[in-house]
Each structure stands twice: as C-alpha cells, then as structure tokens.
T-cell receptor, first 114, second 115 residues
C-alpha cells in the first residue's frame, strides 16, 4: 500500500535557528497536506499543495511540493518557541474512490530551546 | 462555521470494560468521518471511516467497532477493552464524497488509559 515517510523523526533547535522536515511518498500524490499538532493537542490543518513544484508561504513557514509530486518539505525560518509541536505530512489514498482517506507520515517532533 | 465535538476528553477504564466514545460535527452535511488512534509520540493510525449513515469501513482488524447512527454523529465502541487499546483517539471530518481530496479537521481527542 501507499507509504509516506517523514524525516527526521526528532529535531531539537535553538530559538532563532531554521528547521526543515521532509516528506516522501511511495506513490505520486494528487496533493500533499501539512498538519501541526501542539503538545497535548490535536492535529490542525496548515496547508494543501496541489501543483507540481508549488511553493507556498505562511509567514515564516515555507512549503514545497516536488516536481514529481512524490515529495514535499516544510521549512521554518528563525524558529520560535511557539513552533514547538509535531509536524505531519499527509497524502490522499491513491485511486478514484479514496473517500478522503489520508496516509500520514510518522511526523517530525520539533523542540525549540529558548 | 463547522465545528467538531468529541468527548470525553480523558477516560480511565479497567480491562474488560466496555467503551463508547462519541463525536459530532456541526455546520456541515454528509461529511466523511474518521476515527484515528495515536500512540504516544507516534503517527496517526486510521481505524474506521464512514461516508454516510450506517456505512462503516474498517482499516485494521481490532477489538473496536464504529457506528454512524446519524449524519453527523460517529461513535467508537468496544465490548471488552484490552490493555493495548490505550491511546489517544481522534475523530475527524472531511468534505463528503468518494473522490474527496479535501483536508481533514480533527476534534480535541480522547485520552484513553486502560488499567
């Protein structure tokens, strides 16, 4: 079945340093979605990328979708303590009857030292 | 706007006891509904999904069952809990349809501890 791999599993940074997490799918994706889960909280949708090579920005966060639509990255510039949490990528199941199901990566746990 | 409610927030149950977790969605019709389990520090495992009333699909064999008695109500149940059922249970909804590619929106989750 479809697999979505995410690296690194953990990342510890000093406040102000940059952070990047990478996501790779075993299959071509129609879109890639990114979610953030704060400690003790639930996943919250951040963004969806649809086009090959697409780049989107949300303040200090930059999201990229690979040309082959099989990989993606999330880059945070100058991390802040509010960035702490687990970042997940997710891709829809392949096929025309996916019923909106998503395959989530294992997530990258980001800790930021002040 | 759409909202999703999930309860209880925390639950401590003895082994062998029954379970019922409830999730309701407001502000949308005919949503796709999902139950996930998340082990501590791990990813999200899809347990069940539903595209309509009475329509339940199971993703993994387990000790749990799900039901959708109303359009915007999704229930996760067990007749006899096992220690391995401990975890963080999340309900989510997405725009309905079998070809949906839309994001999912999660409830606050239930932390279930089995003693």
């Amino acid at each position: 079945g479809q697999q979505v791999m995410q690296i690194p599993q953990y990342q510890h940074v000093q406040e102000g340093e940059d952070f990047t997490t990478y996501c790779n799918s075993s299959t071509t994706l129609s879109n890639i979605q990114w979610y953030k889960q704060r400690p003790g909280g639930h996943p919250v949708f951040l963004i969806q990328l649809v086009k090959s090579g697409e780049v989107k920005k949300q303040k200090r966060l930059t999201f990229q979708f690979g040309e082959a639509k099989k990989n993606s990255s999330l880059h945070i510039t100058a991390t802040q303590t509010t960035d702490v949490g687990t970042y997940f990528c997710a891709g829809p199941d392949a096929g025309g009857t996916s019923y909106g199901k998503l395959t989530f990566g294992q997530g990258t746990i980001l800790t930021v030292h002040p | 706007s759409q909202t999703i409610h999930q309860w209880p927030a925390t639950l401590v149950q003895p082994v062998g006891s029954p379970l019922s977790l409830e999730c309701t969605v407001e502000g949308t019709s005919n949503p796709n509904l999902y139950w996930y389990r998340q082990a501590a520090g791990r990813g999200l495992q899809l347990l069940f999904y539903s595209v309509g009333i009475g329509q339940i699909s199971s993703e993994v064999p387990q000790n749990l069952s799900a039901s959708r008695p109303q359009d915007r109500q999704f229930i996760l149940s067990s007749k006899k809990l096992l220690l391995s059922d401990s975890g963080f249970y999340l309900c989510a909804w997405g725009t309905g349809g079998y070809r949906s590619n839309q994001p999912q929106h999660f409830g606050d989750g239930t932390r279930l501890s089995i003693l």
